[in-house]
């Protein structure tokens, strides 16, 4: 994909930064299929799609796209983003590169994760941001981060998948017998900008659930994936930002998960706001909601991941 767009989308590097770079998530060959009722298992993908939008679809070369601080002095906090689309695109513009150049703008060295989707459906998803978490940790000198100091954020089913990181960082099904399978895959901190959260009804969101799992999956699998379900004391302190008038992922995601962390133990906040819909991005004149980025920061900042000390 051209980084041409994201030229136009960052704010003005410091004149010391690396330029923006795309890495492979699996030099060593994309882990195979395992699901025989996906595309992939047959092997008749077809090329990557990429809308006049910016969607990206069809993916079947995963990659990280690296964002460098937009400062002088990088912080070294490091986040993996994980753009929305149901499982079955991915929200590349709005949610990957827009949310990448403001996240630069705070010291930040983003990557945004280009991640398998319907295609291939469960696990690879997970293996692809559990391989993203290990190799950002692994060479977190290279990129001038502290290897404690990475976090992951994402949108809509972006956000599921950053949950599930959250949450099955040491399952079996995000591993695939690499050497970097023992690189610890657990993120520091996490933001769930309105997640999908369940894949149980009636919070479910279907799309993406179908997309991730198939039609038929089975108890155990949607046990699994209803991340609010997996959480205990050592899932990673969370920001979670919703809006009421979501009437695409319900609200009731989001609190799900608030409830399970607190019950856990889990360092959380969680903002509920009155106005928008599902998928506002970075949009302006939503009331409240316009400010979420704000929260962010101020999160970030309390929890001390946006200067040179050690976070909280």
């Keep these: 994909m051209s980084l041409l767009p994201l030229a136009g989308l960052l704010p003005a590097l410091a004149p010391a930064a690396i330029a923006p770079a795309v890495l492979p998530l699996w030099p060593e060959g994309v882990p195979a299929s395992v699901r025989a009722d996906v595309p992939a298992a047959r092997g008749d993908l077809g090329p990557e799609r990429v809308d006049a939008n910016g969607a990206i679809a069809n993916v079947s070369l995963p990659t990280l796209t690296v964002v460098p601080p ?106 695939t017998g ?24 009636p919070a479910a969101h279907a799309g993406s659930r179908r997309a991730l799992l198939g039609n038929s999956p089975s108890a155990a699998l949607l046990t699994l994936t209803s991340v609010e379900q997996q959480v205990t004391a050592s899932t990673p302190p969370t920001l979670l930002l919703h809006t009421q008038g979501d009437k695409t992922v ?47 920061e101020e999160w970030l900042r309390m929890r001390g991941l946006l200067g040179k000390e050690t976070a909280r």
């Design 178 to 201: 690499a050497a970097l399978d023992t690189v610890s895959a657990r993120p520091d901190f996490a933001v769930l900008v309105y997640p999908v959260i369940t894949m149980t009804d």
């Design 70 to 175: 937009a400062v002088d002095r990088p912080n070294g906090t490091a986040v993996i983003l994980c753009p929305g689309g149901g499982y079955s695109y991915l929200s590349w513009n709005r949610e990957g590169l827009q949310y990448a150049a403001w996240l630069s703008t705070l010291g930040i060295t983003t990557f945004i994760l280009k991640s398998r989707l319907q295609e291939w459906g469960h696990p690879a998803p997970l293996q692809d941001v559990l391989r993203a978490m290990r190799l950002v940790r692994s060479r977190a000198a290279e990129f001038g981060v502290d290897p404690n100091r990475i976090g992951i954020m994402g949108s809509s089913a972006g956000g599921h998948l950053a949950a599930s990181a959250s949450t099955l960082f040491d399952h079996a099904d995000g591993r």
């Design 250 to 296: 319900p609200v009731q995601n989001s609190i799900l998960y608030y409830q399970a962390l607190t019950r856990s133990g889990v360092p959380a906040e969680l903002y509920v706001f009155e106005q928008g819909g599902h998928g506002i991005g970075m949009r302006d004149a939503l009331g409240t909601a316009s400010a979420w980025p704000r929260r962010v």
